[in-house]
C-alpha cells in the first residue's frame, strides 16, 4: 500500500507563496543551497503529517474556475473560520465555501494567491 510521504506546491512566485503559508498555515520554509528548491515543515515531527517542497512552477499556471486536476492536500486547522478570514487577508480565495463532513468536521477549500486548491478541516465530531 503507498502512503503520501511528501508533497509540492508550484508557484509562478515561490517567494509570495512563502509568505502566504507561512502567513495562513504557519509553515516554516528553507530554501535549498544551489537550487530554487524549499523544503516545507509543516510540523513537529512526532504529530501526524507530511512535509513537502515548494519549487518555481514549470509551466503556466492553472486558469481560474477548472475542475481539479491534481491531489488536493487538506490541513487540519483549529478554526475553519478563522483560517478562512486569514485567507482572505493575505489574497486567497474561497473555492469551495465551508460544509459539513458529517463525523468529522467543517471544510472548505480555499485557492491560494497562484491558484493552487488546498482543503481546510477543522475537526467537529458533531458536523452534520
Given at each position: 500500500?503507498?502512503?503520501?510521504?511528501?508533497?509540492?506546491?508550484?508557484?509562478?512566485?515561490?517567494?509570495?507563496?512563502?509568505?502566504?503559508?507561512?502567513?495562513?498555515?504557519?509553515?516554516?520554509?528553507?530554501?535549498?543551497?544551489?537550487?530554487?528548491?524549499?523544503?516545507?515543515?509543516?510540523?513537529?515531527?512526532?504529530?501526524?503529517?507530511i512535509n513537502g517542497g515548494l519549487l518555481r512552477r514549470p509551466?503556466?499556471?492553472?486558469?481560474?474556475?477548472?475542475?481539479?486536476?491534481?491531489?488536493?492536500?487538506?490541513?487540519?486547522?483549529?478554526?475553519?473560520?478563522?483560517?478562512?478570514?486569514?485567507?482572505?487577508?493575505?489574497?486567497?480565495?474561497?473555492?469551495?465555501?465551508?460544509?459539513?463532513?458529517?463525523?468529522?468536521?467543517?471544510?472548505?477549500?480555499?485557492?491560494?494567491?497562484?491558484?493552487?486548491?488546498?482543503?481546510?478541516?477543522?475537526?467537529?465530531?458533531?458536523?452534520?
Open positions: 500500500m503507498g502512503r503520501p510521504i511528501h508533497f509540492e506546491i508550484h508557484a509562478t512566485d515561490p517567494e509570495a507563496l512563502v509568505a502566504y503559508y507561512t502567513g495562513l498555515l504557519g509553515w516554516e520554509f528553507e530554501l535549498q543551497p544551489g537550487i530554487e528548491y524549499w523544503l516545507v515543515r509543516t510540523g513537529p515531527e512526532d504529530e501526524p503529517g509551466v503556466a499556471g492553472p486558469a481560474g474556475g477548472p475542475v481539479i486536476n491534481a491531489f488536493v492536500c487538506t490541513v487540519q486547522v483549529d478554526s475553519l473560520a478563522d483560517a478562512l478570514a486569514r485567507n482572505e487577508t493575505l489574497g486567497g480565495e474561497v473555492a469551495l465555501p465551508r460544509m459539513p463532513v458529517t463525523g468529522l468536521g467543517w471544510l472548505a477549500y480555499v485557492t491560494d494567491t497562484d491558484g493552487n486548491i488546498l482543503g481546510l478541516l477543522e475537526p467537529d465530531p458533531d458536523a452534520a
